[in-house]
């Protein structure tokens, strides 16, 4: 019997894995907002290497805010720094609420999370590291109740 039950959560624990696998994931990353006030100094930063300079890739933000943030949108400052230092900078509003106030995304309990299609189908025309720098743009120093940002590349097929 207890032999079973081993083989049972074995199958369970591989079929989970096998699932859970991304082949289209580049690079993800997302950094908690401390005490889930982002103060509008607070700039989070992620550095991307890239040595692929020919693949396709869509690039997407990562929002994580609970139920109590009080804007239906969320204004971002963005800028890529290629490893050349050539900078790029863009502002992008990003809607997490509808018309009637019903948040976007997919909910578990009180945290909603939004992953949103920032950049789609680019090239990194340089091989090396790749600096994000994301900063709230909401016109407020402590923006609250955002939970975590982050980003997130895809290769596309």
Known sequence: MLIRAY???CFFILLFVAFSCD???YFEENKQ???SVWNRNNIVSFKVPVTDTHSVNN???NIRHNGLY???NLYLFINIIAPNGNKLRDTVNCLLANDKGK???SGLGDIYSNQLLYKKDITFPIAGDYTFEIEQAMRMDNLK???DIGIRIEKVK
């Open 33 to 35: 907002i401390a005490g």
């Open 59 to 61: 690039v997407y933000l």
């Open 145 to 147: 109740n955002v939970e």
């Open 103 to 105: 948040w976007l995304g």
């Open 7 to 9: 083989k049972t959560t």
């Open 70 to 72: 009080e804007k239906s």
């Open 23 to 25: 082949n289209s994931r």
